[in-house]
């Protein structure tokens, strides 16, 4: 039997039918955030397995988030056109698919294949569970609601990596894929048990917008991966994908004017709104570019495997665990105004630990430092998500989801290459000698002699994340600090 949840509800508190809403989003959102994760450590087994090098095998990374990138920004279209219930199934299913078919896949371009086809279900699964548990709480329980996507979001991160390293250590990297398939299959189930059923409207598909957009995003994330590899910024092409990208994008912005717009750009004329998607965008900057920072540490400089550097990053995911919940109490009760600027502080006071980092930094200094980062991520990215909901109608909330993951996947991007080219940079101007394979775990003595020199590299990387991310208080500074009546 299939329940049902009025988009606006006048209880205050969390009732069993939200809760179960919200378990059951988690439990796909879960699946795919791990997975993406996951495979991220399996590049060095897919390389042996398959005899490709490991810029091929990089392509089992980039054709996952080319597919993502790409489907995100119509998932607001379809979510009005068919229903979010019916479109989140769809996307659970074909994530599955690409899930299946990867485990099986028998060459290295057949898994990048089926790769992209993992992308683009995971790729509506967030963006439409948020909508779902934004359109089933009503603005009065937006911050309290959003902490049950935003957990899987945090945590994966973290999670996936130690998953990865435990399933390729004891069952090997196929396994990664393959065992999504029964969480995905009770995700399936209890979806179509326990998700409210939303009426489909009519929507015009924005033929054009889709062209532009698509494509834009597209080239973009692709762009900005090409110029963090090594030697990238130098090169013709790289800043060609970029031009590209820019005018696609830009074009789309002057042809998005109307409702029926792919993306509407008028939702950016509601202050809490655009308050929120700027917020958002920066500290997606930021935060990508420390989790590309944190792993490169342990590795590179202290010389860990995959496996122990996930445990070493658990902290961070305690401190997301302690914050949301509190965060979105607070939010409910006073506004995002209030509790974003606090959660960017402390995000801010952790990453400053780090930029006076060392070779031999105590690791109960970095977990205290990293747990404290955690607790400032637990206060900001969801809380400005629901600010971002709470200054809209719900008929606007399916796009407006697709315009803030499709910025939040950009700026993601945007961090995790510029700090990846920073640190390179930072790495070779002190030690030449590494160029061209500045990021690579090094053999023992040789890590050993130039731990000191990499680690004032990592040092420097931190302090511009740190900028970064103190951009973020502006906007956070314009969302509103007064609760919202639902």
Known sequence: MTATITPKQPAQGLDRGLVAIGAVV????????????????????????????????????????????????????????????????????????????????????????????????????????????????????????????????LLGSVVGPVVGGLIITTAGWRWIFFANLPLGIAAVVAAVRLLPRSAPRPARLDVRG?????????????????????????????????????????????????????????????RGFAAAAVTNLVVA????????????????????????????LVPQALGAAVAMPLAGRVTDRVGAGLVVPAGIVLGLLGTAAYTRIHADTSPMLLAAALFVIGLGLGATIMPSMAAAYQALPPALIPRATSALNTLQRMGASVGTTALAVILQHEITARSPGLAGSALAPLPDPARVAVAPLLAQAFGHAFWIALVIGAVAIVPALLLPRRPTAG
């Not at 062209?211 to 834009?216: E, Q, R, S, T, Y």
């Not at 935060?287 to 070493?312: D, I, K």
Request: glycine share 12%.
């Open 210 to 270: 889709l062209v532009l957009l698509c494509a834009g995003v597209v080239a973009f994330v692709y762009g900005t991966s090409e110029a963090g590899r090594p030697g990238a910024l130098d090169s013709a092409r790289t800043w060609t994908i970029l031009a590209v990208s820019a005018l696609l994008i830009g074009l789309y912005v002057l042809h998005a004017r109307g409702r029926d717009a792919l993306i509407d750009v008028s939702l950016f004329r509601h």
């Open 26 to 153: 988690v439990l796909g959102a879960i699946m795919s955030i791990v997975d993406a994760t996951a495979v991220n450590v399996a590049t060095r087994s897919l390389a042996e397995d398959f005899g490709s090098s490991i810029a091929t095998v990089q392509w089992v990374l980039t054709g996952y988030m080319l597919g993502l990138a790409g489907v995100i920004p119509v998932t607001g279209w379809a979510t009005e056109r068919f229903g979010a219930r019916r479109v989140w199934i769809s996307a659970l299913v074909l994530f599955l698919a690409g899930s299946a078919l990867a485990s099986a896949a028998w060459s290295m371009p057949s898994l990048i294949a089926f790769r992209v086809v993992q992308g683009l279900g995971g790729g509506m699964i967030i963006p439409v569970a948020q909508t779902i548990l934004a359109q089933a709480a009503g603005p009065a329980r937006m911050g309290r609601v959003m902490g049950f996507i935003g957990m899987p979001m």
């Open 285 to 312: 900057v930021a935060l990508f570019g420390v989790l590309v920072l944190l792993p490169l540490y342990w590795q590179v400089v202290r010389g860990h495997g995959p496996l122990a550097t996930g445990l070493l």
